[in-house]
């Protein structure tokens, strides 16, 4: 594909009257949308979802941060008082109930979304289709389909996307005090042999959080408090009756917003496997749970997850073995990879040193912004990482085996498992038009 050539236009910028005196930038919709963005023009940004995690973006200091959102005000209040505190700059972050308002300001360049896993395909959507490069809390989407209708509408508005997890391509991720990028230089030069086995669990070094992400199978509702606006925390979600436990800092553990340890852990921890592995462009083709009845609202914990890919490469998620037992990452018919790259038959860390150099992808998001160059958790690879949770999560809520088709993205000859993939948005809300968009 042609790289699109910059388009060049007068600098020209429309702020806000407060605003306009003090700062001036010439984001990308100014210039002509994606074409490239000169290296002096600064990249602004905003959060969308501001309690514990996203809080944490605030000071992902790449580029000014212009505004703040969160249907909670004593969460935007908090985040307003982090980010204006000793502000050198003259311009005020600016905070917001509602992020359609935000997304409506032409000067933002990238919109951070923080909120609840229910929320993040439908603002990603909503984001690309304004014009915004997006950084998205993990995981991407809450269901398969969400997802493919992400790629589609980032794809659709040449926009740049990235994951907040980095364990593919950073210094060491979790347990295995090594960078995915070792292991997957070993898998890729055939040291291991094949097929192979991805042990996830306490076993290797991962925790999947399970009895502290279980939902509540029984509760007394209570009421709203005034600083909460639980209607549109909800949005697409269901109306369910309100307490405490099923908002904020313990959403993860009912099915309406989450997977529990699964959406919480999960693609932190197998989006470097499916790396590994060399999986960015296919998923698992049987899916095998072990695990008690589930709650059709609350997550419970299960015990394990096997999913097999068609050349029999296998990810078993484990949440049984305890963290005593001496169980390896990776093994295969050659050799074993435990944490810290010990290793059975051969020296695998001596040989990895002696591999060449994977090829180099763009790990600052930035670069990815001004380059519009994909970034290396993107989009696609990314959709694909989140389905390996979504996958996992329908095993578990069916709570039996299930055959997937990789190519087409559903379920063999299973209407039940399939009717999981694209589930119903409570209205106006939904992922194909903007009908809910006014008024706010």
Avoid at 15 to 23: E, H
Avoid at 127 to 149: F, H, M, Q, V, Y
Avoid at 271 to 276: H, R
Wanted: aromatic letters at 8%; proline letters at 8%; glycine letters at 8%.
């Amino acid at each position: 594909m042609t790289k699109p050539q910059p388009i060049t236009r007068r600098r020209m910028l429309q702020q806000s009257a407060a605003a306009a005196a003090a700062f001036t930038i010439v984001p990308r919709h100014v210039l002509g949308g994606p074409g490239h963005v000169p290296p002096s023009e600064q990249i602004t940004r905003a959060v969308i979802g501001v309690g514990g995690m996203g809080r944490g973006h605030l000071t992902y200091n790449y580029g000014p941060l212009l505004a703040v959102c969160d249907v909670d005000a004593q969460h935007l209040q908090k985040a307003l008082d982090i980010a204006n505190k000793d502000k050198q700059e003259k311009l005020t972050v600016k905070g917001y109930h509602d992020f359609r308002e935000l997304l409506e300001r032409k000067d933002i360049d990238v919109v951070h979304i923080a909120t609840p896993p229910h929320w993040h395909a439908l603002i990603t959507i909503a984001a690309a289709n304004a014009g915004k490069d997006i950084w998205c809390e993990k995981p991407l989407s809450r269901t398969i389909g969400e997802g493919e209708k992400v790629v589609a509408a980032v794809r659709r508005n040449r926009r740049m996307l990235r994951i907040n997890t980095w364990f593919r391509f950073t210094a060491s991720f979790y347990g295995m005090e090594t960078t995915a990028e070792r292991i997957r230089k070993a898998v890729a030069a055939d040291l291991l042999g094949g097929p192979l086995t991805v042990t996830i669990g306490a076993c290797t070094g991962f925790d999947w959080k399970l009895k502290g992400w279980s939902g509540l199978t029984s509760y007394t509702p209570q009421a709203v408090p005034q600083h909460f606006d639980y209607n549109l925390w909800l949005g697409p979600a269901p109306v369910k009756p309100y307490h405490p436990h099923r908002t904020h800092g313990s959403f993860r553990g009912y099915w309406d917003y989450d997977a529990g340890g699964l959406g919480d852990m999960g693609q932190h921890y197998l989006d470097p496997a499916q790396y590994i592995l060399g999986k960015d462009d296919e998923s698992p083709i049987e899916i095998i749970p072990d695990t008690q009845p589930q709650h059709p609202d609350a997550v419970l914990p299960w015990n394990k997850i096997t999913l097999k890919y068609r050349d029999g490469n296998t990810l078993i998620l484990d949440a049984v073995t305890p963290a005593t037992e001496r169980v390896p990452y990776l093994s295969g018919p050659k050799g074993k990879i435990y944490r810290k790259l010990e290793s059975d038959i051969l020296n695998l860390a001596e040989k990895i040193r002696e591999l060449p150099e994977l090829p180099k992808r763009i790990i600052k998001f930035e670069e990815s912004v001004r380059t519009r160059e994909k970034f290396a958790l993107n989009e696609v690879n990314g959709h694909r990482s989140c389905t390996l949770i979504n996958l996992a999560s329908i095993a578990v809520k069916l709570s039996r085996p299930l055959k997937f088709d990789s190519a087409k993205q559903r379920f063999i000859d299973d209407d039940v498992a399939n009717a999981l993939i694209n589930q119903p948005m409570r209205k106006p809300w939904s992922l194909s038009g903007p009908s809910w968009w006014w008024p706010f």
